[in-house]
């Protein structure tokens, strides 16, 4: 952010990515049919999340806008149909309550407050009433970045402040999650001990290099540590939903069809007259298919096409 070019040419690039990736991209991989089919691989990412290839059809981007308009070339293959999107409501921070079983976080998450201001009024002490935009912008990176196990270094690259006060920040967030604290030097110190981590649903990832003497790789381990059952346990809920949505889907007799997983949220496409009872059966289904010591929460949306129902 030191000269004005860098932004410009940061952003020349995304849009190149853009052309290349996606618009030429997926244009060559166009079947006969009409339609894009994508292969999903359960053993690409370590944290157990499915992976989407040839294409990957998982990051079409969302965060810039002229990324976010590909998605209206993705439509429902039936005519009166639409595209319907269910998403988890930061399902991490919510496993991250549960495995920590921080009372504050937990309390937080049974009112339904929005947590990245819950964390901005905790850690700066102030009352909701006070809390600006900076404030909660701030929590929201510390809370996230507490899930990767996000140095004091990372966080003010993030946030763009310095080092100490990233470091003060941290120490602040600690003080007011103590259990957070606690789980984060808990499951380092039983991955030295066992050489792996599991995620809620007994999945295991095995982490050798946490003993490592090179300090890189031993403290990456740490974070690895740290995050893997939070966001595998993340990537169990949903495959554990999707299995028990094809079921339910079934015993509705509905004509609608699971499309895509794209980490937190599931992609379907249905009939217009079958969305009044998609809206009752698919957050039922993702919001109850494990049982947190926190409510899971699913947010909704469906139109034309996969931009509208964003």
Sequence with gaps: DSHEIVKEILHYRQLGKLQSTYIEGLLKVIWDNGKVHTRFSQ????T???????PNLQNIPIRLEEGRKIRQAFIPSEKDWVIFAADYSQIELRVLAHISQDQKLIDAFRQDLDIHTKTAMDVFHVSEAEVTGNMRRQAKAVNFGIVYGISDYGLSQNLGITRKEAATFIEKYFASFPGVKEYMND?????KEKGYVTTLLQRRRYIPEITSRNFNLRSFAERTAMNTPIQGSA???IKK??????KRLKAEKLQ????????????FEAPKDEIETL???VPDVMENAVKLDVPLKVDIDYGD??????
């Design 48 to 54: 157990g999340r499915l992976s989407s290839i040839d």
């Design 241 to 246: 939903a999707m299995i028990d949505m094809a």
């Design 279 to 281: 809206k009752r059966i």
């Design 235 to 237: 990537a169990d809920i």
């Design 305 to 310: 096409t996969w931009f509208d129902a964003k």
């Design 187 to 191: 499951i380092v110190q039983s991955a």
């Design 43 to 46: 053993v690409i990412a370590q």
């Design 256 to 267: 609608t069809r699971l499309l895509l997983q794209v980490h937190d949220e599931l992609i």
